[in-house]
């Protein structure tokens, strides 16, 4: 178990030196030291817990960490940047997605260095992401199960699609009903549905739910009620 901290501004330079170097032929090793050492991160009280472990989907990951801060009584500010950081640079060998040249492929710098303010790429932080998108869902995480079914390393376009508009990804019937779409019930994986372009896929009920938005208030509008309104193209990723 290794303890929480909280990376300063200079071991957040240090974390992204290292993420951009992954683009390179000749990456920088990984830089472990600076999660613990004092120049380049700070403790945290209370004093909060975590191991390195994979995390099968991201609501596994997400649900892990709400349970070891609350069995620390630790309430994370979602904008703290150099936790998050943190965090990412901890958790980084156990979910960065790595090439077949056996290098790791981390992607935007913004899936492990948060955009604390800025809600549109806020949500692309591997971590924060899932964590934020479960913490709007905690009554009942499994109806946000669209977005949170995936391997933390790699979201895909429905994650992109819905988490990217706070509208949609915090309402519940929204996310109720997109789950049905376009998670199969019985494995808890994405259906085929998940990864279409065109119709019965996740950018087509962006389009579908903004038309409903200009004449319905959507923030009211029960589960049941929008399931019946969706286009038939809908219908049948439910029943597939």
């Given at each position: ?78 904008t703290d940047r ?147 309104m969706l286009p ?9």
């Open positions: 178990m290794t303890e929480l901290r909280r990376l300063n501004d200079g071991g957040i330079g240090v974390f992204q030196q290292f993420l951009d170097s992954c683009t390179t032929e000749t990456p920088n090793a990984y830089p472990a030291t600076i999660l613990s050492d004092p120049a380049w991160s700070e403790r945290l009280e209370p004093v909060v817990t975590l191991e390195n472990r994979e995390f099968p989907s991201r609501i596994q990951l997400a649900q892990y960490l709400h349970e070891q801060f609350e069995a620390a009584n630790f309430r994370p500010s979602l150099g936790l998050w950081s943190w965090i990412g640079c901890f958790l980084f060998p156990d979910i960065c997605p790595v090439g077949r040249n056996g290098r790791p492929e981390p992607g935007a710098n913004a899936r492990w260095i948060p955009e604390s303010t800025n809600w549109r790429r806020y949500y692309r932080h591997l971590i924060a992401g899932p964590y934020r998108i479960f913490l709007a869902h905690r009554d009942d995480p499994m109806r946000a199960l669209a977005v949170l079914c995936q391997r933390p390393g790699r979201p895909g376009d429905l994650v992109e699609q819905l988490a990217s508009r706070q509208e949609i990804v915090t309402n519940p019937s929204i996310m109720s009903v997109a789950t049905e779409c376009f998670v199969d019930s019985a494995t808890g994986r994405p259906r085929a549905s998940a990864s279409r372009k065109g119709a019965g896929g996740p950018r087509r009920l962006v389009a579908v739910l903004e038309q409903f938005d200009l004449a319905w208030d959507l923030s009211t509008l029960p589960t049941g009620a929008l399931r019946t038939r193209e809908f219908g049948i990723a439910l029943a597939s």
